[in-house]
T-cell receptor
Framework: DAGVIQSPRHEVTEMGQEVTLRCKPISGHNSLFWYRQTMMRGLELLIYFNNNVPIDDSGMPEDRFSAKMPNASFSTLKIQPSEPRDSAVYFC???????????FGSGTRLTVV | QQPVQSPQAVILREGEDAVINCSSSKALYSVHWYRQKHGEAPVFLMILLKGGEQKGHEKISASFNEKKQQSSLYLTASQLSYSGTYFCGTSPQAGTALIFGKGTTLSVSS
């Protein structure tokens, strides 16, 4: 298995632009999570899905952030418009049920200038 | 709701032991432990479930005290490869996502 695949690995964009991060979970995993990591805040949960349904999006910072999971093999996290304070590493992770660990993707390093 | 990890940092020589603690103010269903090396993604080490037994993986083991809502990660006879940041992640019930602590940085030197 190729693991959790995220794209792009790096993204540099100007303030005000739209950014879309992509994630392909491990086949057969039914839960998908989006986390953001910064030095100040550590690993923050943004949103998670069970069986493609968003369960808790209370971690999404504001309306500029949105996430979708149209099918079991694909999810997107969109930021529109982007701001410098959104700069962070964004991780996608997937798991099977509540008894197994999470497998993280390699992350997307987002820099908003 | 975020679990509290201690200590924040540990410096060891090869072969020494370390204990990393994780505590929560809420009742816990599960505790996960992950290790992250610089510039890489967190990697799953082990999971401890409410009512479950202590788990072990080579020279790394962990315990979960449900009454105290605490977990400890034990690293024995540390190796250079153990260096990294260790995170505990906790969930209050099955089916909910993990909330991670701020991490404990472990540095092992020869």
């Amino acid at each position: 298995d190729a693991g959790v695949i995220q794209s792009p690995r790096h993204e540099v964009t100007e303030m005000g632009q739209e950014v879309t991060l992509r994630c392909k979970p491990i086949s057969g995993h039914n839960s998908l999570f989006w986390y953001r990591q910064t030095m100040m805040r550590g690993l923050e949960l943004l949103i998670y899905f069970n069986n493609n349904v968003p369960i808790d999006d209370s971690g999404m910072p504001e309306d500029r952030f949105s996430a979708k999971m149209p099918n079991a093999s694909f999810s997107t996290l969109k930021i529109q418009p982007s701001e410098p304070r959104d700069s962070a590493v964004y991780f996608c992770a997937s798991s099977f049920g509540g008894y197994y660990g999470y497998t993280f993707g390699s992350g997307t390093r987002l820099t908003v200038v | 709701q975020q679990p509290v990890q201690s200590p924040q940092a540990v410096i060891l020589r090869e072969g020494e032991d370390a204990v990393i603690n994780c505590s929560s103010s809420k009742a816990l269903y599960s505790v996960h432990w992950y290790r992250q090396k610089h510039g890489e993604a967190p990697v799953f080490l082990m999971i401890l479930l409410k009512g479950g037994e202590q788990k072990g993986h080579e020279k790394i083991s962990a315990s979960f005290n449900e009454k105290k809502q605490q977990s400890s990660l034990y690293l024995t006879a540390s190796q250079l490869s153990y260096s990294g940041t260790y995170f505990c992640g906790t969930s209050p019930q099955a089916g909910t996502a993990l909330i991670f602590g701020k991490g404990t940085t472990l540095s092992v030197s020869s």
